[in-house]
């Protein structure tokens, strides 16, 4: 049934002809009653929108079967499904070329607007003007709950911290082009009739000039860039930019509200006070009241997901943007567990698959390729974009000033500011709904913006080296990178320790107590806090702050707090300094990686899980060991934590270490890190050292590098009684794996490198049966369950390939 609004004058006079015929009220009548001729419905349906303008028009409602919208939910969901199908089209057709999905959900938009199917009559009964109501209030909701969400996965805290960092950078990329653009526009401005003059022409420019942050953040998130200095320096340029549309955002209100300012500016300070002296407290108590690890009561997130909509359906009333109060909702919300990542959680999925569509059918309804007549217009409004664009780039080359960076990297730069997303097509909605802009220059901005978009995503994608996460040229780099191998045994060791989970603090700890730390040879732990990037918009790398008030203790704060506590109460030769990192798990290596080289640390100490909960977590952890040991600068050590004395905590302990050797870079790393647990007084090393019969198919240079760490070994703990030297002899692989089976279960921690050399005949012929790549051949065996039921711990270290030459210990000059 379709809804019909009549004129109540017109009814009135009908009542008084029936009331002198002595007839039945026309309120009497049935609701589906015809109260007009059939020509006059033809009529009325003409008139449809006229009649909505009309401000003396008061409306009564009645329904009809013959009406071009008595089919509305049948066509809404075929419309959706229509976009659905075409989009996912699109993306596997354009997906081997880099494009993003943004592209492909506004292509598909317009595939089915004006411009290609809606140009055709039979085609156009779908998207009628009256099919539309629905699909232009979905697009609305779209609008709002995508801002909301951006604006509360944003971390206010960070804010003002991260606009101090890099407000140089930020501060030029926005100048140059804005004074371009508003340049341009204002001398070009009576060449281009389609665009509103007066005030408006400054919201334009600053349009044109400055990178919208949800767009960034989603740009750098499909692109894998989160955690690399590119993409932060890039987020902090486009927080910097939000800061000034919020502000731009108000003055857009005013403006819109010219004749009624004074309504305007009450109702909106009255919802900022409600929101963020009732709503933001009520969130906090929330938060409070929530226990860490449950999820929020379904009423708190009912609530929580209702208010986005009624706040904006407010704003929008009272004569404000409804993206205002969309904002409003989200900044008092914070970002992260546990109610804004279950927030996010929730409305994520319903906005980018239900809402969203909507949002680009109605996008595609504005793009009419037919309606570019004006072909001067389209070519001055064409310039002024590019300038725009290639002002932006032009900035990035002044801020080399500040910053420093390479030419190649510069230019990656330039481009990811260039991105353009939902952002610039919502204010293109709202430009439109208001008549600021004409339906040419609504297409012609977005010809270029998706045009632009297309074309810049693929060649980050291309150019931009995932090896390289610094902005810096990489040769510098290279200097800085250690290993155990390369580290002066009496100088400071620095080990950055990675932990997921409160259960391994205590036996990360007790390693770092086991390598013997002295006032000769003092051990600094950056101990990190990895967790995965939920319900945020940014990546987190920074020290960890115990000062900082929280609304809640979470389990950072237990878990640097019992780090702190046992470190003091150790050797005053062991200290730590807290670090949280906050990134998704395929990207988490990259901030890693980054903080070793920053701290100049030769060692990464991560641990191992297995038997989690969630399979799909411990598939990522697996994979984040892997991404960490082939993009590490340095030596990367992999704890299998099966339960490590306690008695490491008392004075008086005792400790037995067994190290595998077959040779290889691995296994000298292995050999330096064993050197320095050799001189504790309470620890007793056992080394096995494994050679293969009759094989002389290995590396010469590789063999000689063994003997020589082998023998420096030997002469250095001639005359300890804590390490005992063992030599074993196998003609094979299966030789080889029951000899380390037949070692009785006396050790409390095993030590193997991961691999024997590239190639290795070993390797390959255990390659098979390996269960987790990260362990290696020999870990893997020794972690299993079929190796004394999975009781031992063992330690595998792994060299990166990168490194291999330096860790030449006969060549290596070791620093002091």
């Not at 063992?794 to 030449?808: F, K, P, S, Y």
Request: charged share 15%; aromatic share 8%.
């Amino acid at each position: 049934m379709a809804t019909v609004v009549i004129n109540r004058k017109k009814i009135e006079q009908k009542q008084d002809i029936l009331k002198r015929k002595g007839k039945k009220n026309l309120t009497d009548s049935k609701p589906n009653t015809r109260l007009m001729s059939a020509s006059n419905l033809t009529n009325h349906q003409q008139n449809f929108q006229n009649r909505l303008l009309d401000k003396n028009f008061k409306t009564c409602v009645t329904y009809h079967e013959n009406l071009v919208g008595a089919n509305a939910f049948p066509v809404f969901l075929l419309q959706i499904s229509l976009f659905s199908l075409i989009s996912q089209l699109l993306h596997l057709a354009l997906k081997r070329l880099k494009q993003p999905k943004v592209v492909c959900n506004v292509l598909a938009g317009i595939i089915l607007g004006p411009s290609v199917l809606g140009h055709f009559e039979r085609w156009n009964a779908i998207f009628h003007p009256e099919e539309m109501l629905l699909v232009n209030t979905m697009s609305i909701m779209g609008g709002i709950y995508f801002i909301f969400i951006v604006t509360l996965k944003m971390d206010k805290a960070r804010i003002l911290k991260t606009v101090r960092n890099g407000w140089s950078v930020s501060v030029t990329c926005l100048v140059v082009p804005f004074t371009i653009s508003s340049f341009l526009t204002s001398l070009l401005h009576s060449y281009i009739p389609g665009v509103n003059k007066g005030p408006f022409l400054y919201f334009f420019s600053v349009t044109l000039a400055k990178p919208f942050f949800p767009v960034i953040a989603h740009a750098m998130n499909e692109l894998n860039l989160l955690t690399s200095e590119l993409g932060q320096l890039a987020i902090s340029c486009s927080i910097l930019s939000e800061l000034l549309s919020w502000m731009n955002l108000i003055l857009a209100m005013l403006f819109k509200a010219n004749n009624h300012l004074l309504k305007t500016e009450i109702t909106f300070c009255a919802m900022a006070f409600f929101m963020f002296f009732i709503v933001r407290p009520a969130v906090k108590w929330i938060i409070r009241t929530t226990p860490e690890g449950k999820a929020v009561k379904e009423i708190y997130m009912v609530a929580m997901l209702l208010l986005p909509g009624i706040t904006g359906a407010l704003s929008d009333a009272t004569g404000l943007n409804f993206m205002s109060g969309a904002v409003l909702t989200g900044l008092v919300v914070p970002a992260g567990p546990p109610l804004g990542s279950a927030v996010v959680k929730k409305s994520e999925i319903i906005m980018e698959n239900i809402f969203m569509p909507f949002f680009y059918i109605h996008i595609g309804q504005l793009f009419n390729v037919y309606s570019i007549t004006n072909w001067k217009a389209f070519a001055i409004l064409q310039i002024i974009i590019l300038a725009a664009y290639f002002a932006r780039v032009a900035a990035i080359f002044l801020s080399l000033i500040f910053y420093k960076i390479s030419i190649r990297n510069a230019i990656l730069f330039g481009l990811i500011l260039n991105i353009k997303g939902v952002i610039e097509l919502l204010l293109l909605t709202e430009w439109r709904t208001h008549k600021y802009v004409d339906d040419q220059t609504v297409t012609t901005i977005m010809l270029s913006h998706t045009a632009v978009t297309a074309i810049v995503i693929p060649l980050i994608s291309m150019y931009y080296d995932p090896n390289s996460t610094r902005l810096q040229s990489s040769c510098k780099l290279e200097k800085r990178t250690r290993t155990l191998g390369t580290t002066s045994m009496d100088s400071e060791l620095r080990i950055l320790c990675g932990i997921h989970h409160e259960d391994s603090i205590h036996n990360i700890i007790n390693l770092l107590k086991a390598l013997n730390p002295t006032e000769m040879s003092p051990i600094c732990a950056y101990v990190v806090h990895l967790v995965e990037l939920v319900g945020r918009a940014e990546s987190l790398s920074a020290p960890y702050d115990a000062q900082r008030r929280r609304l809640k203790e979470n389990s950072t704060d237990r878990i640097m707090r019992a780090v702190t506590n046992q470190t003091k109460s150790s050797c005053v030769s062991l200290t730590s300094q807290p670090f949280k990192i906050i990134a998704p798990y395929h990207t988490m290596h990259e901030s890693i990686c980054k903080l070793a080289e920053d701290k100049f640390a030769p060692l990464i100490l991560i641990p191992f899980h297995k038997g989690l909960e969630f399979q799909e977590i411990e598939t990522c952890l697996h994979q984040l060991n892997l991404n960490i040991q082939a993009y590490a600068q340095c030596t990367i050590g992999i704890l299998v934590d099966s339960g490590l004395p306690r008695s490491l905590s008392s004075t008086h302990f005792s400790y037995d270490v067994a190290v595998f050797f077959l040779g290889g870079a691995d296994d000298r790393e292995v050999m330096a890190l064993v050197s320095r647990m050799a001189g504790h007084p309470s620890l007793t090393v056992t080394v096995f050292k494994i050679d293969f019969k009759g094989n002389q198919a290995e590396n010469e240079c590789e063999r000689q590098l063994d003997e020589y760490v082998m023998n420096e070994f030997r002469e250095r703990n001639a005359g300890n009684a804590c390490v005992v030297c063992r030599e074993m002899m196998v003609n094979d692989s299966t030789e080889l794996m029951s000899s380390i089976r037949l070692i009785e279960n006396i050790y409390d921690l095993v030590i193997v490198g991961k691999q024997r050399g590239i190639g290795s005949p070993f390797e390959q012929e255990m390659k098979p049966w390996l269960e987790y790549a990260e362990l290696g051949i020999i870990g893997d065996m020794l972690a299993s369950a079929d190796f004394y039921g999975g009781t031992m711990s063992v330690l595998v270290v792994h060299c990166t390939e990168n490194q291999l030459i330096a860790t030449d210990p006969i060549n290596a000059e070791s620093p002091a």
